[in-house]
Structures are given as structure tokens and as C-alpha cells.
Nanobody
Framework: QVQLVESGGGLVQAGGSLRLSCAAS????????MGWFRQAPGKEREIMAV????????YYADSVKGRFTISRDNAKNTVYLQMNSLKPEDTAVYYC??????????????????WGQGTQVTVSS
């Protein structure tokens, strides 16, 4: 069983920044592919960023490319999402997720085995 706990969400003005953290339990965190998703009201959950087990490979959705950065610290069992130049349309609940297979960067919700409870990010205009 893997437990994921997100933190760092909140209210920020447009153009501001937030850093989300996701702390994971388990001794094999370093073998997981980790992803950040978000879900806005009335919309489906969508991928934002994915990082390989080593951190050497990443993927970003077009909507956040150049503004968001995913990173991980395997010694701390933590994955981060640095969000800069935030826009009102970034408002959503943000979730981290773990793919314990770790073989490739999966972009769909169904590719992930464990999910955090989510953290709210609200960007005011």
C-alpha cells in the first residue's frame, strides 16, 4: 500500500507562484513514476506533468509547459510541482499519483495505481 499526501495548495493572485509537494510512504518510491493531475469543477481529471523514477525524463501538458516544473527527491520520498505565472484557468484540485510499474511515462488516469487526496489551488484574477 502506498499513501500519498499533497500539500502546498492555496489562494494566489494571477501571475503568482505556488509549490506543491507530495509525500509518499513506502520504501520503493524511487522506482515509481509520479504524476501530477488536476480536476476543475465539471471537468475530467487531466494530466499536468509526469516524472520518471530517476527524474531524468519528464512530460508536461501543453497548457503548463514553460510555467510548471515537476521534480522529485527520492531521498525524501517526495515529488514537487513548481507552478509559476499562474492563471485563473489553473484553478482546480491538484492530485499526485503513483505508477508503481514505473516502466514508462503514462499520461492517462487509468495508468496510476495510487492517488493522494488532492489539494485546492485557486488563482484569482
Amino acid at each position: 500500500q502506498v499513501q500519498l499526501v499533497e500539500s502546498g495548495g492555496g489562494l494566489v493572485q494571477a501571475g503568482g507562484s505556488l509549490r506543491l509537494s507530495c509525500a509518499a510512504s513506502g520504501r520503493t518510491f524511487s522506482s515509481y513514476v509520479m504524476g501530477w493531475f488536476r480536476q476543475a469543477p465539471g471537468k475530467e481529471r487531466e494530466i499536468m506533468a509526469v516524472i520518471s523514477w530517476s527524474g531524468g525524463y519528464t512530460y508536461y501538458a501543453d497548457s503548463v509547459k514553460g510555467r510548471f516544473t515537476i521534480s522529485r527527491d527520492n531521498a525524501k520520498n517526495t515529488v514537487y510541482l513548481q507552478m509559476n505565472s499562474l492563471k485563473p484557468e489553473d484553478t482546480a484540485v491538484y492530485y499526485c499519483a503513483a505508477d508503481i510499474d514505473g516502466g514508462r511515462l503514462r499520461l492517462g488516469v487509468r495508468g496510476y495505481d495510487y492517488w493522494g487526496q488532492g489539494t485546492q489551488v485557486t488563482v484569482s484574477s
